[in-house]
């Protein structure tokens, strides 16, 4: 929790420094209420989680919104700012040069500050307390007859001669020009931190809104077929309707579940499989969002295994086996069931989630696919699709998996294959062939961004 809460303060700090701090003038206005606003938004995911646990689910729904909303915001802030750091730089950059090139200009031309004053022998010319070049030759004071504003050039100390309005303007003007880079100079760096502040704002808050409209729009089917050389010719055909990843949570709703079931029976699938993350809270807490499941509509049955989320409530994953057996949905432990089908048989095998092993509740794919007829087709449901290279060792034909949600939010997809093997869709380790769901829900933030949610007919031939 201290290193989150570490990463996060990092985090506001460089928006800070980047959206604020080059944007808005010292001790002014809107310095004082962004800066403000910044650090109470630090604050705000730490309060969520501490909330929760103490005041429990009803607490999370209230500050779940704010508190997920603004680490979507924060994310895609942050990845536009960076984005922006190499065009703001060279942007900054140009400026600089266009001053010090104006500045050596300045520098080398000196006559143009003296030649505003008038022309000479006019009141407010320039009279010198030594020799002036006046006319050629003249050695002595000028006197004005034979000379242009350009000739007075003085030696010595400068003063005004004329009215005080005419010495009140050299002076104005003498300090304009000499002001005057530097002002432009502020001007322009300030100019150029709003352009990017502003680029930054509205792109992360345009990708958070499209993000929250796809997340929270109906999944899209994909229809996936896969051959399987050890398949029965009489099972093909046969249709797995494939979901994961439904996180019901104190963000979604019973018509989350709603929706779900009744495009999941739309399918008319053969089989039901939910590979994980099904739940964010107790059955107490969740138990009438779930209730729908009741409902779905398959040949040969539904069937569950536990995901990484069910091992963080509060009780435990067995009070949801529990639920979903009641609900009509077994969920298979560790163990492997038979698909009878025209007149073939297929196993399908089912096994625990890594993040059960500290409780001695982990998978055990000896124990699930140990002592089967080697020359039948299996089917695995694992919620991790790391789980795959032990698998190929069991001479796995395929796995079904969720987990990744396909990375959720774009960039997140780059690091995925950090852990695990596969990101999304169809594909083969080791031999064994995979697919990974993106998963129906959102965790975190209701936001998908390059990841719309998933539901998923698998269509196993020979």
Same mark, same amino acid.
């Given at each position: 929790?201290?290193t989150?809460?570490?990463?996060?303060?990092?985090?506001?700090?460089?928006?800070?420094r980047r959206?604020?701090r080059?944007?808005?003038?010292p001790?002014?206005?809107?310095r004082?209420?962004?800066?403000?606003?910044?650090?109470?938004?630090?604050?705000?995911?730490?309060?969520r989680?501490?909330?929760?646990?103490?005041?429990?689910?009803?607490?999370?729904?209230?500050?779940?919104?704010?508190?997920y909303?603004?680490l979507a915001?924060?994310?895609?802030?942050?990845v536009?700012?960076?984005?922006?750091?190499?065009?703001?730089?060279?942007?900054?950059?140009?400026?600089?040069?266009?001053?010090?090139?104006?500045?050596?200009?300045e520098t080398?031309?000196?006559?143009?500050?003296?030649?505003?004053?008038g022309s000479a022998g006019?009141?407010?010319s320039?009279?010198?307390?030594g020799?002036?070049l006046?006319?050629?030759? /003249?050695?002595?004071? %000028?006197?004005?007859?034979?000379?242009?504003? &350009? @000739? =007075? *050039? $003085?030696? !010595? #100390?400068?003063t005004?001669a /004329?009215?005080?309005? %005419?010495?009140?303007?050299?002076?104005s003007? &003498? @300090? =304009? *020009? $000499?002001? !005057? #880079?530097?002002?432009?100079?502020v001007?322009?760096?300030?100019?150029i931190?709003?352009t990017a502040?502003?680029? =930054?704002?509205?792109?992360?808050l345009?990708?958070v809104?499209?993000?929250?409209?796809?997340?929270?729009?109906d999944?899209?089917i994909e229809?996936i077929?896969v051959?399987?050389?050890?398949l029965?010719?009489?099972?093909?055909?046969?249709?797995f309707a494939?979901?994961?990843d439904?996180?019901?949570?104190p963000?979604?709703?019973?018509?989350h579940?709603?929706r779900?079931?009744r495009?999941?029976?739309?399918?008319?699938?053969?089989?039901?499989?939910?590979?994980?993350?099904?739940?964010d809270?107790?059955?107490?807490?969740?138990?009438?969002?779930?209730?729908?499941?009741r409902?779905?509509e398959s040949?040969?049955?539904?069937?569950f295994?536990?995901?990484?989320?069910?091992?963080?409530?509060?009780?435990?994953p067995q009070?949801?086996?529990?639920?979903?057996?009641?609900?009509g949905?077994?969920?298979?432990?560790?163990?492997?069931?038979e698909?009878?089908?025209?007149?073939?048989?297929?196993?399908?095998?089912?096994?625990?989630?890594?993040?059960?092993?500290p409780?001695?509740d982990g998978p055990?794919?000896?124990?699930?696919?140990?002592g089967?007829?080697?020359?039948?087709?299996?089917?695995?449901?694992?919620?991790?699709?790391?789980?795959?290279?032990q698998?190929?060792?069991?001479g796995v034909?395929?796995?079904?998996?969720g987990?990744t949600?396909?990375?959720?939010?774009?960039p997140?997809?780059?690091?995925?294959?950090?852990?695990?093997?596969?990101?999304a869709?169809?594909d083969?380790?080791?031999?064994?062939?995979?697919?990974?769901?993106?998963?129906?829900?959102y965790?975190g933030p209701?936001?998908r961004?390059?990841a719309?949610?998933e539901?998923t007919?698998?269509?196993l031939?020979?």
């Amino acid at each position: 929790m201290i290193t989150i809460l570490a990463v996060v303060v990092v985090v506001h700090y460089y928006l800070w420094r980047r959206l604020v701090r080059p944007t808005t003038r010292p001790g002014s206005v809107p310095r004082r209420v962004l800066t403000w606003g910044l650090v109470l938004l630090v604050f705000l995911l730490p309060l969520r989680t501490i909330g929760s646990q103490v005041f429990g689910m009803s607490f999370e729904r209230v500050i779940a919104w704010p508190g997920y909303m603004w680490l979507a915001i924060m994310f895609y802030l942050v990845v536009f700012t960076v984005a922006l750091e190499i065009p703001r730089a060279l942007a900054l950059l140009m400026a600089r040069r266009r001053e010090n090139s104006r500045g050596a200009v300045e520098t080398r031309e000196p006559v143009d500050s003296a030649g505003l004053a008038g022309s000479a022998g006019s009141p407010g010319s320039v009279v010198s307390g030594g020799p002036v070049l006046g006319s050629p030759g /003249g050695t002595g004071p %000028s006197t004005g007859a034979g000379t242009s504003s &350009a @000739s =007075a *050039i $003085s030696t !010595g #100390p400068v003063t005004v001669a /004329g009215s005080a309005e %005419s010495a009140d303007l050299v002076a104005s003007t &003498a @300090s =304009a *020009i $000499s002001a !005057g #880079p530097r002002t432009s100079r502020v001007d322009r760096r300030v100019f150029i931190a709003r352009t990017a502040a502003t680029i =930054a704002s509205v792109g992360a808050l345009a990708t958070v809104g499209y993000g929250m409209r796809t997340a929270m729009g109906d999944p899209v089917i994909e229809r996936i077929p896969v051959r399987l050389p050890r398949l029965d010719p009489r099972m093909s055909g046969l249709r797995f309707a494939v979901v994961s990843d439904i996180h019901l949570g104190p963000l979604t709703g019973k018509g989350h579940t709603d929706r779900i079931v009744r495009m999941i029976n739309g399918l008319e699938a053969d089989v039901v499989a939910i590979v994980g993350d099904l739940v964010d809270g107790t059955v107490a807490e969740l138990g009438p969002l779930a209730a729908p499941l009741r409902h779905l509509e398959s040949r040969y049955g539904a069937y569950f295994v536990t995901g990484n989320h069910e091992y963080y409530t509060s009780k435990g994953p067995q009070e949801w086996i529990e639920e979903l057996n009641s609900l009509g949905v077994r969920s298979l432990r560790n163990e492997r069931v038979e698909i009878a089908h025209a007149g073939a048989v297929l196993d399908l095998a089912g096994v625990n989630d890594l993040n059960g092993t500290p409780s001695g509740d982990g998978p055990d794919l000896k124990k699930a696919l140990g002592g089967r007829e080697s020359g039948r087709p299996v089917v695995l449901l694992a919620h991790q699709p790391v789980q795959v290279r032990q698998a190929a060792g069991y001479g796995v034909d395929l796995q079904l998996s969720g987990h990744t949600h396909g990375g959720q939010m774009v960039p997140f997809n780059l690091a995925v294959p950090l852990q695990q093997p596969v990101v999304a869709g169809l594909d083969r380790v080791d031999g064994t062939q995979i697919y990974v769901t993106r998963g129906a829900g959102y965790w975190g933030p209701p936001v998908r961004v390059g990841a719309p949610p998933e539901i998923t007919l698998i269509e196993l031939r020979a």
